[in-house]
């Protein structure tokens, strides 16, 4: 295939792409992320962002962010061990480790660069010792794509490294592959699971992984992106909705979602794993950190967390608020506690025109479907916030109802 042939073949799938409505369009939004957004000149609720608790565009966080453009600058040019580092990275590291139960914390530019950093960082290695050994990662069949990939680079880099599938959520399933390698002789065994399952806002049963790990002598790595400061009483994510919070060997997450809203990621864990991660990860190594004012627009969002917890509670008002209506109003919706809630249609063509319509009547929501969810199970993925109002809420449910009428989704 020469280069004409393979920019045509490439147009052909975006032709196509469009002409089964799966195509994925942006949509520019004239203004600052919120419960409620800008388009095309009108205000619309906005329900397909992440900004669980309202803190991108939340004062305290915008102006620490403005106070260390001015005292540190708008990025580091390098990275850390080479060009050198900056106390607030060093204070974010030590607060969102205890923030989420463990000993200490790595930064990554991005949750998808930490995850790849942690399974290839510790499981490419040797330790010295002689060839012939072999580690395995037991992984739920739902995690995210960056843990897939995490562990498909892992496996690439590390001729020795092993992967076994188990059944979304099902504790069962997973012991039965554990005992099935129980006298194999692996030198690690990591099981990995998504704290909260972003495409149906599903819990992982964490207290029964815990038990599993400890029993089989596992490492047991969550990825908390989708719930640090969203879920549990303080906002401390699955762990502490579930209590096992501070029993977890290996947390993940991002800065990107409820704490602030930008960018970035981490690793907590041992101090140990963590220090060698920091001397081995080739994505910390090779790349640039987090810039100041995002470090110090986090930091105000974890101050804002903790010091009112009020924050998190509205969110979960909001949430049961949008659940009962949208599920009164005759929708199908995966059932939950979350405030991301999945509205059933089927196929992707109906997710689509329902998206568009909706946008027309002031709601900002997106289709899901295959290969991000299962065929046949294509979606709205809402996402509830605390900076919507009830009003907001309730207007919301009176679009989805005018238009869910309109296409014959409901009666």
Sequence with gaps: MNLSQLYTVLQGQLDQFTEQQTYKYEVPLEGEQGGRVKVGGRGEIMLASNNYLGLANH???????????????????????ICGTQPIHLELEKRIAAFVGCEAAILHGSCFAANEAFFAGLLANDFGQTPGFEDVIYSDQYNHASII??????????????????????????RT??????????????????????????????PELVALAREFDALLFVDESHASGVIGQTGRGTPEE?????SIDVVTGTFGKA??????????????????????SRPYTFSNTMPPAVVAGSLAAIDLIENDPAIVARLRENTLHFRSGIAGAGFTILE???????VMLGEAALAQQMSRELLAEGVYV???????????????????????????????????????NRLGVIQ
């Excluded at 579930?242 to 501070?246: D, K, N």
């Excluded at 939950?336 to 999945?342: C, K, N, S």
């Design 336 to 342: 939950g506690h979350h405030p991301i809630v999945p």
């Design 259 to 280: 704490l602030g809203g930008a960018s970035g990621g981490f690793i907590a864990g041992r101090r140990e794993l963590i220090e060698f991660l920091r001397q081995k």
């Design 242 to 246: 579930l209590g096992v919070h501070g």
């Design 149 to 174: 990939d995490g562990v498909r680079l892992c496996r690439g880099i590390a001729k020795h490294a092993v992967s076994r599938v188990y059944r979304n959520r099902d504790a069962g399933h997973l």
């Design 59 to 81: 004062a305290a966080v915008k102006e620490a962010a403005r106070r260390a453009l001015d005292e540190w600058g708008f990025g580091m040019s390098s990275v850390r061990f």
């Design 177 to 206: 592959l554990l005992e099935e390698d129980r006298d194999k002789g692996y030198r690690i065994r990591v099981i990995a699971t998504d704290g909260v399952f972003s495409m149906e806002g599903h819990l992982a049963p964490l």
């Design 366 to 404: 997106k289709g899901l479907w295959y290969p991000v969810v299962p065929k046949g199970e294509a979606r709205l993925r809402v996402q509830i916030s605390a900076a919507h109002t009830s009003s907001d809420i309730d207007e919301a449910i009176g679009g989805f109802t005018r238009v869910g």
